[in-house]
């Protein structure tokens, strides 16, 4: 969602959850960007879809009702029926690979063939995938600029870091672009604490999978886009260090 959500986040701040109701009328009013949980479970007919770079976007019928989701880029079949839970929702999102612009689309990490939930995933944006651990086994030790702060040293130490703002460099490994009108970035240095070896990072400035890159940006911590999704440690509004 775009592995969502995403995707988020990134998405990341013009979101709201989908308050899902089979009522038109609830359905379609969305005045806030509060974020809401969302417990109970929406049967889905897919009536059209279109594939994006890394995102799948669907068409969807819930109870005579059709609107438009993103989920993260899976095989999917016309007239099939699927299930999901929660989700966000966007107003106004434009798509820039499919150049259009939706008035309402909900972002889901994925949706699923039974109506059996599947757990919350914690600390992953719902529109990203899974990040390979030999992808970052294979990463050599990237030294800090002057007056940078290593991954190792940040998550060690992250209390001392919070709402402080910081430079750090590293190897990019993942990354989801418009996502709630941010770009999400994942870069991990070759160092490590505990095992969490990269940071997540929200910016405008646009990067690639394997360019290094230092960013400078406001850590904060715990943030919480509702629905189970928190990003303990978040480099936040970054920009490249040219």
Known sequence: MKNIINLFVLFLTVLTMLSCNK???????????????????????????????????IKVTESGKTYW?????????????YYYNGGMIMKDFKSEELNKTFDTIIFIDKIRSTRKVQPKIIGNNPHTKAIKKDTLAEIIKITQPKNGTSIENLLAKKEAFSEKTITIKGKVIKVNNGIMKKNWVHIADGTKFEDKKDLGITTLDTVKV?????????????????????????LEDATLVK
């Open 23 to 57: 009522s038109k009328e609830k359905y379609s009013k969305i005045k806030t960007t509060k974020v809401e949980k969302v417990a109970n479970i929406h049967k889905i007919v897919l009536d059209d879809f279109k594939n994006a770079n890394g995102y799948t976007y």
């Open 69 to 81: 989701m993103a989920i993260s880029k899976i095989p999917v079949k016309i007239g099939e029926t």
């Open 210 to 234: 394997g360019d290094i890159v230092t960013f400078k940006g406001k850590i904060v911590l715990n943030k919480d886009f509702g629905y189970g999704y928190v990003y303990p440690v978040l």
